[in-house]
């Protein structure tokens, strides 16, 4: 046996670890495959087996959480048909409830086999003002808890700035799991996640959205124009039968990192506390 195998052993693990940090997710050889060619073979398949075999697995005891094996990739779909799926799945959501459990379900969601954590959000279900951020970091990874990092506490104080706390506003993801190396949403993946994100807006019905960053902007205002050129605005942002006032801001983590930013946030949170209280003086009268 070699003297350095198991340092041999590590630098392996190491750099298996590296790719998946840097979203390798399937191994390639020198022949070029069909993938949607393969995973229509295999959905095709599943639909073939027969019933008797269906019914024999469904009277089998269910394995505890601790014996449940790691769920297989889900079968590749083109971009235009998992977008499509995806919006059958939102819109078919009665409530915020079986909006999380359709979306936690949905096989063709980015990341959604390489995260640990499925995060929804956090706050107040149906509050009239909801947070919109891209995704959770690594501290949210690490913890199984939505919104926990520094860019949270950095919301958290907005929020209490005008008079809003976590019992009384929503903190919501665009995508509930997070990116391999926290990298930004892709307009594909942001595609994907879209019907879910504006279902949520649809059934919360919330009067104001705050929404940090590219990936929350272009959901909610189906816009492709940059951040910088959305900020000190207030926007009309119609998901589905409802509309609410919103107002984008730099991401979280931008204004972490330039103290510039963060002037012409309080004015545009001025600006959002402004609407609520319209709406509650509308809604008054």
């Known amino acids: 046996m070699r003297a350095d195998l198991p340092e041999n052993a ?25 993938r949607y060619a393969d995973s229509a073979r295999a959905v095709a398949a599943s639909l073939t087996e027969p019933a008797e075999s269906m019914a024999m ?63 929804f959000g956090a706050g107040a279900p149906g509050a009239r003002l909801i947070a919109f951020d891209a995704a959770p970091g690594v501290t949210e990874e690490a913890s199984g808890e939505a919104f926990s990092g520094l860019s949270a506490k950095l919301l958290d104080n907005m929020l209490a700035a ?11 993801y665009v995508s509930p799991w997070r990116p391999p190396g926290d990298r930004a949403l892709s307009p594909r993946e942001a595609a994907i996640f879209a019907p879910f994100a504006r279902r949520r807006v649809e059934l919360a019905r919330p009067d104001v959205l705050l929404i940090f960053g590219e990936a929350p902007a272009r959901i909610m205002l189906t816009t492709n124009e940059p951040v910088g050129k959305l900020r000190g605005k207030a926007f009309e942002a119609r998901c589905g039968a409802h509309v609410a ?13 330039s103290a510039a930013l ?23 009268l």
């Open 162 to 172: 005008i008079g809003f706390d976590r019992s009384s506003a929503t903190l919501a």
């Open 10 to 34: 590590n630098a392996l693990r190491a750099l298996l670890d590296w790719y998946v940090q840097s979203g390798v997710d399937l191994a390639l050889d020198e022949a070029p495959h069909d």
């Open 262 to 284: 963060k002037p012409a946030a309080w004015r545009d949170l001025r600006k959002a506390a402004e609407a609520l209280e319209s709406a509650s003086n509308g809604a008054q």
């Open 245 to 257: 006032r919103a107002f984008v801001f730099s991401s979280l983590e931008a204004m972490l990192k």
């Open 57 to 119: 697995l469904q009277t089998l005891p269910q394995p505890t959480a601790a014996e449940r094996p790691r769920r297989a990739a889900a079968p590749i779909a083109a971009p235009d048909e998992a977008i499509r799926a995806a919006e059958q799945e939102a819109s078919s959501a009665r409530d915020l409830d079986e909006l999380a459990a359709r979306l936690a379900d949905f096989p063709h969601a980015p990341f959604r086999d390489m995260a640990q954590h499925f995060l």
